[in-house]
């Protein structure tokens, strides 16, 4: 899936392509992608004519505020990759993908068109009379994002200090930390030396601080590396991410940590696999 730095790249690729612009019409594939309004009919018609404003992240949200036809309030488009979502900025008469399901266009023959081959993504139109956290109820709980000043230490220590779970399930909650999905976990964990099996209440300060800023560092940069790509994330321009190549664990099970040269391990957590160093990331437990 997505995570914060491949829909931050997303982002900033439609922020240069599709602002000012008015869509003019567009064609859905699949009517399950549109989560609001109920029907396709409306869907289509709520943005027929609209200018996008500016596009905005929020987690894994895409955000485009809108500007309606009278230049009053447009409502919102709303998009969620979820596991295999593609937004591409093409030329109408190129060929379809196998997997489109919705098409939005643009003047001058081009468009946005959606691509999901796992057909869990979603899209909404956010009426200017509904409030956007009404609809994309899913925004509601999220985490304060961890740019944001409001993800500060202190906020993170305080999330943490009564969790039983392993810390690698605990920052995977989008309630804790808004964004950070498995990947960026498993690399924020190995330079804070954490192992992902260590209960998050057991974590000292120093631990916590060292996450805190391994978060940051690991999101910072994947967004700089374009992004992650190992199947099918892509930017608007359908260029693939770079920081897989760099990754210190993510999916190098075998391989020798970069640090220290023992092999990579992985382990389940929770249903889903992490990736660490035996050696670097020793698991802290109540007694140590």
Known sequence: MPELPEVEIVRQGLDRVTLNQKIEGGDVLLSRT???????GEFLAGLDGVTIRSWRRRGKYLLAQLRGSDDGDGGWLGVHLRMTGQLLWLNREEPLQKHTRVRLFFPKGEELRFVDQRTFGKMWWVPPSEKLEDIITGIKGLAPEPF????????LAGKLKKSQRAIKTAILDQSIVAGVGNIYADEALFLSRISPETLGSVLNLDQIQRLHHAIIQVLQAGIEAGGTTFSHFMNVQGINGNYGGVAWVYRRTGEPCRVCETPIQRVKLGGRSSHFCPNCQMVKSLDS
């Open 148 to 155: 944001a000043p409001e993800f500060s230490i202190d906020y």
């Open 34 to 40: 549109i989560a609001y309004p109920f029907t396709v």
